[in-house]
């Protein structure tokens, strides 16, 4: 089979490999696409999360849909077209096929859309869980969006439909920002290198208070940083992109003190019990409660999976959300 593998900082290669067996509670399910996480960008350019025995094939795609060939789990068959949402040190979804647990799996739902656009329940999944957590009233609120990749974007769209009265979003990209606005962005605002002009349009829009709820959904240290300067007294934030450091880094947390801030950082969707996140974000898209065709951008072979990974890394002129097609 076809499988793509870190060969070295920064470049993806793909490679011919042997398909894997399925082990006892495992699926081997066929990729039909897999989709790139900023999440897979910083590992890739930037050797975020390393894999110390060496990165393997596949890795480290988690958002898939394929169909099952071979079943090892009682509750799933071959022919079965599943989401797949495998952990960190499990994702093979860079690959013509993967085995995974199927636990990690979801069968995907009566849709009369493309396939594609079940996918993104996966990322859409992670952002529903995101928000479960902190248990936000939103109704009335002025709601902070810090990035407008696709997950900014699942952001920014819950926000409108849990009751904010306001909704801004920043990103350097006027393509992404335009897709911000159909998908619940009441003001959408070009940051520069400096930061001052969100700053100052996040003033702007609140009567110099800052914002209620401020959700980071960039992955920089300089968007964490800022963070604290673009909200009111007694707000919430929520640290949703991962960071494209793992060493120390600034943050404001004398004027966090100061206004008696509230925040928390969040991941592991994979974890919870039912994949009831994921489930409710398929549900959502194969309802047409949300519309997510403008958030795909490119579709790019796993034979060239180094040039994809370039398009999605490009902050400014590259994707919303780009895909792998097998």
């Known amino acids: 089979m076809r499988a793509a593998r870190m060969v070295e900082l920064g470049r993806m290669a793909c490679e011919e490999i042997t398909v894997p067996p399925p082990q006892p509670g ?21 050797g975020v999360m390393p894999r110390h025995d060496g990165p393997p094939h596949g890795w480290p795609g988690h958002e898939g849909v394929g169909e099952v060939v071979e079943s090892r789990d009682e509750n799933f068959k071959p022919g079965d077209l599943v989401l797949t949402c495998p952990s960190g040190p499990l994702a093979r979804c860079f690959a013509d096929f993967q085995t995974i647990p199927g636990a990690m799996c979801l069968k995907l739902p009566a849709y009369d859309g493309p396939v594609e656009h079940l996918l993104m329940a996966q990322q859409f999944g992670t952002t529903i869980f995101a928000l479960r957590r902190g248990n936000f009233d939103f109704t009335g609120k002025t709601v902070m969006v810090m990035g407008q990749g696709s997950a900014g974007c699942f952001f920014a769209y819950q926000a409108k439909r849990y009751g904010a009265a306001k909704v801004i979003v920043s990103d350097l990209s006027e393509m992404r920002l335009a897709q911000a606005r159909v998908t619940g962005a009441d003001v ?139």
């Not at 039909?32 to 890739?44: F, P, T």
């Not at 110099?208 to 300067?229: M, N, Y």
């Not at 974890?271 to 409660?289: D, M, Q």
């Open 26 to 46: 495992e699926l081997l399910v066929r990729n039909d696409l897999s989709a790139i996480c900023g999440s897979d960008l910083h590992i890739i350019f930037l």
């Open 188 to 326: 959408a605002v070009k940051a520069d290198a400096s930061g001052e002009n969100v700053k100052a349009a996040v003033m702007d829009h609140t009567a110099g208070e800052g914002v209620d709820i401020l959700i980071e959904a960039v992955g920089r240290s300089d968007a964490l940083l800022q963070s604290v300067d673009l909200v009111r007294s007694g707000a919430d934030l929520v640290y949703f992109g991962i960071p494209e450091t793992s060493e120390p880094v600034p943050y404001n947390f004398h004027d966090f003190f100061r206004k008696k801030l509230r925040a928390y950082a969040v991941h592991g969707t994979q974890f919870e019990p039912g994949l009831v996140s994921f489930k409710t974000a398929l549900n959502w898209i194969a309802n047409k409660e949300i519309d997510v065709s403008g958030l795909i951008s490119h579709r790019i072979s796993i034979e060239r999976i180094d040039e994809a990974m370039h398009v999605a890394n490009d902050p400014i002129d590259s994707a919303r959300k780009v895909t792998i097609t097998f």
